[in-house]
Nanobody, 121 residues
Framework: QVQLVESGGGLVQPGGSLRLSCVAS????????MGWYRRAPGKQRELVAT???????NYIDSMKGRFTISRDNDKKTVYLQMNGLEPEDTAVYYC???????????????WGQGTQVTVSS
């Protein structure tokens, strides 16, 4: 069984920074894509950023210049460095991964439980 565990959320003032982490564990052969999504109160979930095994990155335009996604393949971890946070960034942030399982080599999609980010003065 594969698990994704997020950490790093919290309460910050506008202009502050946070770094989110997501660690994958379990019967993993390879992680093809990892990324971050978020859901603000009263809104639908939206993509924040993704990164492929080869390092190709996709951001939504509003995050460019403020957020940076990266991954450590050896640690099976994806990070989201968030700078210049604004109240509009308040949301639950979810880790997502497309994973090829060991032994069976089946490809599956997994979600973490989410971590709360609150930006308020």
């Amino acid at each position: 069984q594969v698990q994704l565990v997020e950490s790093g959320g919290g309460l910050v003032q506008p202009g502050g920074s946070l770094r989110l982490s997501c660690v994958a564990s379990g019967n993993i052969f390879s992680i093809n894509v990892m990324g971050w999504y978020r859901r603000a109160p009263g809104k639908q979930r939206e993509l924040v950023a993704t990164i492929t095994n080869g390092g190709r990155i996709n951001y939504i335009d509003s995050m460019k210049g403020r957020f940076t996604i990266s991954r450590d393949n050896d640690k099976k971890t994806v990070y989201l460095q968030m700078n210049g946070l604004e109240p509009e960034d308040t949301a639950v942030y979810y880790c997502n991964a497309d994973i090829t399982l060991s032994i069976s080599l089946d490809r599956r999609n997994y979600w973490g439980q989410g971590t709360q980010v609150t930006v308020s003065s």
